[in-house]
DNA sequence: ATGCAAATGCGAATGAGTTGCAACTGTCAA
DNA sequence: TTGACAGTTGCAACTCATTCGCATTTGCAT
């Protein structure tokens, strides 16, 4: 917990040392942020933050998740026919495997994937600014 | 250009033969797609389309192109902060580069990254359904 | 404590895409 | 060739996710 608090401390004084007010409804959101295992969209986390400032408006939760992307506290990731769904940034990039059955979000990592991608690039003369990589996936049934 | 006729040819047909009835506005839609090397999207397409069946509309458009991306004739493409595009499906699968600063659309493909990726999901017991994979690339300058 | 720019809540607006419906038109059978 | 009729079209109205305008409120530096 104290872990968890102190990630959140740390936020917010960046923030206010940023020029941006932590106001309840973005203390509440980055607390929701911060406990969300999963890849909430903006009305779940609307909800979920509502339990703490009872009023908040969804526009706020919107214009919140767009500030702190542009802070580059959190992330936001447009995954196929659905609306955005978002994660705090962690220390090291990973890409995102969906399960089409569930809408479950896994994250991975290949460092070699990256490194040919990069090659790739490199080939036609161009340099990465940024990639996206989904997996679209069915867990595989001992039988079938 | 017997080539391009031909493909659309077997297209139509392959359409009646569905059930999908090849009306101008189809027809029109399905020349101005094999005739695009670019990606474009639905208002582009409905612009272009619109020399040959003038009063054309939007929503048949849209309509069409969801059509012929159901038959497995056309894919739609999301790419981030932009409408869909579409181009017609060519034996084949490809992955996308995205010059960030033109919007132009480089075609690539690589059996090692599809490899590599096909593993990952395996490890976790996971088959692939498909995958996007999009990178945001910039022009390497010569100098600078 | 106080001022004020920044942030909020509300509702209206946006943009991409979809849909209901009456009028139209490919297509297939005769 | 001609019907007939289900599939299509154009239009306008609608949806859904997200953004914006604006009057009111509120962090927070002083």
Known sequence: MSET??????????????????????AALLG?????????????L?????SEVPGISLS???RTLSTLESQGV???HQFEGAPARF?????????H????????????CSDRIEKLQAEIAA?????????RMELYVRKITGSA
Chains 1, 2 share one sequence.
């Open 123 to 131: 080939e036609l003369g161009y340099e990465i600014v940024h990639h």
């Open 87 to 95: 994660e705090p940034v962690e220390p090291g990039h990973h890409d």
């Open 74 to 76: 959190i992330q936001r």
């Open 60 to 62: 706020t939760v919107y």
């Open 97 to 108: 495997m969906i399960d089409v059955e569930t809408g479950n979000v896994l994250e991975f």
């Open 5 to 26: 608090n102190a990630g959140i401390e740390n936020l917010t004084e960046a923030l206010r040392e940023a020029g941006i007010r932590v106001t309840r409804q973005r």
């Open 32 to 44: 929701v942020l911060a406990a969300a295992d999963d890849h909430p969209d903006a009305p779940e």
């Open 46 to 50: 609307h909800r979920r933050a509502e």
